[in-house]
């Protein structure tokens, strides 16, 4: 079964219009709360605005809603760079994520663009970095999945159990707008049959609701067992 989610470059308790902040704006456009919510950790060089322990504070104590921390300081040379680029990446979103107190447990998710080309040698530097450390699993690869160039570096990698634990958040394909009761029908691209189970969230709409969030779809396995939950 899969939970509505949204994730945002923005906080959730900004004010998008006069006494309403962003989470409540998103419940008025869905017609429910989200399931968990998507924030970075980072400014991704000017693209985003960071995860604050105010709004940490906000989005779990005020309105019940689980985060899932993502990492936002890679770049398409850096992932496509050798095993200590990853271990780099790896340790920067875990500083990043004890920095804001998120406890171990918590899966981070690191922001794969369009058009990166990953390396197995910095897949591996991660993995290994990221399975070390008191955070879930080997962390979460998010964007989009469905190129050959991933396929082919995970196929080269899974031979490393930890590569192996890693999950994948699908960044397409993109099928438009939704509600939180009129979802899509499950189907993420994969990088490839061997590795569509560990594909466990979508994201299948971008800019949505006055071109505040993105929607996702998120495997309910992961609620309670995965993310910074209230």
Request: hydrophobic letters at 45%; a negative charge.
């Amino acid at each position: 079964m899969s939970l509505f989610m949204v994730d945002s470059a923005s906080p959730a308790n900004a004010e998008v219009q006069p006494g309403l902040s962003l989470f409540d704006d998103v419940v008025a456009w869905a017609g429910a709360p989200p399931a968990a919510w998507g924030r970075y950790l980072g400014d991704g060089y000017g693209a985003a605005v960071p995860l604050s322990a105010s709004e940490a504070g906000y989005l779990r104590s005020s309105r019940g809603c689980p985060i899932l921390p993502i990492y936002n300081l890679a770049t398409s040379g850096g992932v496509g760079g050798d095993y200590a680029q990853g271990q780099a990446d790896a340790s920067r979103a875990i500083q990043l994520a004890k920095a804001l107190d998120v406890p171990a447990g918590v899966y981070i998710a690191c922001d794969i663009e369009a058009g990166w080309q990953v390396s197995a040698p910095w897949l591996n530097g991660w993995a290994d970095t990221m399975r070390a450390s008191t955070f879930a699993g080997s962390g979460i690869l998010y964007g989009s999945l469905g190129g050959p160039g991933l396929a082919h570096t995970l196929l080269c990698a899974l031979g490393n159990p930890n590569v192996q634990r890693l999950l994948l958040w699908a960044a397409t394909p993109e099928t438009g707008p939704s509600t939180s009761w009129n979802m899509p029908a499950w189907n993420p691209d994969a990088p490839s049959p061997q590795t569509a189970g560990m594909v466990r969230l979508w994201q299948y709409s971008r800019g949505d609701y006055g071109g505040w969030v993105d929607l996702n779809q998120l495997d309910a396995s992961l609620l309670g067992a995965g993310l910074w939950m209230p």
